[in-house]
């Protein structure tokens, strides 16, 4: 992105390409309202016409040269400070042919607009402090939502969740500082300066909940970008059935005859509003054919790169050899472990068990177990603590490393007061420690981190 303006009138195509019943362009500058009322004829129903503040107003567009009709428009106009970006913005919402909705792109830059760049209304929130940087970010992961649930995550943290989470940190770590700074300065007046207990304490009080905030990224994580779960197994054990049963559609071929898939079929599905990548592999055993020699090679590397892996058996024939195979490549994997074939049998079968794994009965034909296997997927997923479901979680990669370069920083400065370094010093652990706070809302961000997070927005937003 080129450096920004703050006094250009900017303009864009803010609804997704392609033809729609209703297509918006935004205008957002000092000059949007001057720009957009040539291209406008309004109705004069209701008492009043022309641009009026928070009003939405029913007209039409026109050619400005030779005053031709072009479309029917609904028009808003956000007098500033009003406004998304706090600029004067002008809404066009005409019918969503790309040709007219271009059209009105090129009648502003002829009177003086330029084309907005990728994420630049949202930028210019940002930097007119309408929104921090980690509400801006949420701008983003809302718009990208696949579930309702990363959808409401999303709106938490454009609410400001995080950064109410991190204030009081950061007031803590301000504090800890004035306070040695001021006896640093005034060491001659007698300023008290804290004893070595009392500031390890209080950067214990500053490290703590930064350490919970940084345990909130593994599940963050997994709710911003979903997880991929292989399922696997010997061959009709019934693994596409299950498959086919979590997509709930005929999703996978399923026969009788050992060995059907013999490439990776993937779909994605919600888990308690989660995105879970569910991939149906070949069954493993000793190959007959180089084809299915192929596919079982698929179906390891499908196991070694997922999150989770099920693997299934059949409750009622065990193949201990063959499951070895299998169980051999599962260690310290998160894993569970599906008897299917439950409708069949009334004794459940011994199953490898370990700290990473689940144990439960299914039938793909019946439906029983269906739901508890979900329920293993979800507990799983959460972890032990069962997810960090209060707002204000690390949801994003750039905010987890700066959190782990605050609490380097600050085991740094413990281990300073323990070795009596001077206080100008441990100074200097303190300031590392708070500029990655900073830096996650926005306070002490570069133009060219500013410019990585917005080029990955759309050009309409």
Request: net charge negative; glycine share 10%; hydrophobic share 40%.
């Amino acid at each position: 992105m080129n450096a920004v303006s703050l006094d250009d009138t900017i303009v864009a195509i803010a609804t997704p390409p392609g033809r729609g019943g209703i297509g918006v362009v935004r205008l957002a500058g000092p000059e949007a309202r001057a720009i957009a009322a040539p291209m406008l004829r309004l109705s004069q129903k209701g008492g009043g016409h022309g641009l009026a503040p928070g009003r939405t107003s029913f007209g039409e567009l026109i050619d400005p040269a030779g005053g031709e009709r072009i479309d029917e428009v609904v028009v808003t106009y956000f007098a500033k400070p009003h406004s998304y970006t706090t600029d004067d913005i002008v809404e066009i919402s005409a019918h969503g042919a790309p040709v007219v909705l271009e059209h009105i792109v090129s009648m502003a830059i002829e009177r003086g607009a330029r084309l907005a760049e990728p994420g630049e209304f949202t930028m210019r929130a940002f930097l007119n402090g309408r929104l921090d940087l980690t509400q801006a970010e949420a701008v983003r992961d809302l718009i990208e939502s696949q579930t309702l649930f990363q959808a409401k995550v999303a709106a938490q943290q454009l609410e400001g969740a995080l950064s109410k989470r991190l204030q009081p940190i950061k007031q803590r770590l301000v504090e800890l500082i004035a306070v040695l700074e001021a006896g640093v300065d005034f060491a001659e007046d007698d300023v008290s300066v804290l004893p070595a207990a009392e500031i390890l304490d209080r950067i214990a009080a500053v490290r703590s909940p930064l350490e919970e905030l940084a345990k909130s990224f593994s599940y963050g994580k997994i709710i911003h970008e979903g997880l991929t779960l292989a399922i696997v197994g010997r061959p009709n054990v019934g693994k596409s059935s299950l498959f086919n049963r979590l997509v709930e559609r005929e999703r996978a071929i399923v026969t009788a005859t050992p060995g059907t898939t013999r490439d990776l079929v993937s779909e994605t599905v919600a888990i308690a509003g989660i995105p879970v990548r569910l991939v149906d592999t070949a069954g493993i055993r000793a190959a007959v054919d180089e084809a299915e020699s192929i596919g079982i090679q698929k179906s390891y590397e499908a196991l070694a790169e997922a999150d989770l892996v099920l693997v299934v058996l059949d409750a009622g024939d065990p193949h201990p050899g063959e499951d070895q195979m299998l169980n051999s490549r599962l260690e310290n994997r998160a894993a569970i472990f599906v008897e299917n074939k439950a409708d069949l049998v009334k004794t459940p079968r011994s199953t490898p068990s370990g700290g990473n794994s689940h144990r439960l009965r299914t039938s793909a034909l019946t439906g029983e177990g269906i739901s508890e296997l979900r329920e293993a997927i979800l507990q799983q997923i959460a972890g032990e603590g069962g997810g960090q479901r209060e707002s204000g979680m690390l949801t994003n990669i750039r905010h987890q490393g700066l959190v782990r370069d605050s609490l380097t920083a600050l085991e740094a400065a413990r281990v300073a007061v323990g070795h009596s370094i001077p206080h100008e010093m441990l100074l200097l652990d303190l300031y590392n420690a708070l500029r990655p706070l900073d830096s996650i809302t926005g306070s002490t961000t570069t133009d060219d981190i500013l410019n990585l997070i917005f080029s990955s927005f759309c050009i309409g937003k």
